[in-house]
């Protein structure tokens, strides 16, 4: 059984920055693809930044430069760093896990698990 928990949610004001990790466990972590979305009220679950077992990262295009992700295989634990917050990114996020995916699988939420999420919040 696959358990994904997300933390390092919160509030914060624009400009601001908040780290989120992901700790999975239930399969060999170092193997899987690791994503992180994002469900902003009255909105649909989007994609935020990916990372590929192999070392590849992509990031979507409102949060490039601002977003990075990575990983620490032997903490089996995926991490967002967020700079330079706005308001607009204020979500529930998600943390996912998926099996050998192409790129497009990924963004468009082909995944095997999700995590319960965690909120951010950021204020103007």
């Known amino acids: 059984q696959v358990q994904l928990v997300e933390s390092g949610g919160g509030l914060v004001q624009a400009g601001g920055s908040l780290r989120l990790s992901c700790a999975a466990s239930?399969?060999?972590?170092?193997?899987?693809?690791m994503a992180w979305f994002r469900q902003a009220p009255g909105k649909e679950r989007e994609f935020v930044a990916a990372?590929?077992?192999?070392?590849?990262?992509y990031y979507a295009d409102s949060v490039k430069g601002r977003f990075t992700i990575s990983r620490d295989n032997a903490k089996n634990t995926v991490y967002l760093q967020m700079n330079s917050l706005k308001p607009a990114d204020t979500a529930v996020y998600y943390c996912?896990?998926?099996?050998?995916?192409?790129?497009?699988?990924?963004?468009?939420?082909?995944?095997?698990?999700w995590g319960q999420g965690t909120q951010v919040t950021v204020s103007s």
């Open positions: 996912a896990q998926a099996g050998s995916r192409s790129l497009y699988s990924v963004i468009t939420g082909g995944v095997d698990y």
């Open positions: 239930g399969r060999t972590f170092s193997t899987y693809v």
């Open positions: 990372h590929w077992s192999g070392g590849s990262t």
